[in-house]
Nanobody, 125 residues
Framework: QVEVVESGGGLVQAGGSLRLSCAVS????????AAWFRQSPGKERDEFVA?????????KYANFVEGRFTISRDDAKNAVFLQMNSLKPEDTAVYYC?????????????????WGQGTLVAVSS
């Protein structure tokens, strides 16, 4: 059974940085596309943030990222990362890592087969 565990969240001041990690076990990450979604307070867990396909040569970002975030993967370590810079208070959310067993990506959460429990990012003004 594939398991996904996020870490790296925390409290940071506006303009600061955080690096989120997503550890995958129970299967080779190389077979999966990976994405980050977030759930802001009072909203659904359906806001796409970023994705990287299984070949790792294609990444996608939501418009609001505006060059501030970078998604990457290390298949040898079975891990996915989200480097977040220039954080804003509106980035406050629980961030979730998701895997697509077909190796692709989508901005829609229905495509993804495996999810972690999330890690909380709080950005103070």
């Amino acid at each position: 059974q594939v398991e996904v565990v996020e870490s790296g969240g925390g409290l940071v001041q506006a303009g600061g940085s955080l690096r989120l990690s997503c550890a995958v076990s129970g299967g080779p990450l190389i077979d999966y596309g990976a994405a980050w979604f977030r759930q802001s307070p009072g909203k659904e867990r359906d806001e796409f943030v970023a994705a990287v396909e299984s070949a790792a040569d294609s990444t996608k970002y939501a418009n609001f990222v505006e060059g501030r975030f970078t998604i990457s993967r290390d298949d040898a370590k079975n891990a996915v990362f989200l480097q977040m810079n220039s954080l804003k208070p509106e980035d406050t959310a629980v961030y979730y890592c998701a895997l697509d067993s077909r190796g692709g990506w989508s901005p829609l959460q229905d495509r993804y087969d495996y999810w972690g429990q999330g890690t909380l990012v709080a950005v103070s003004s």
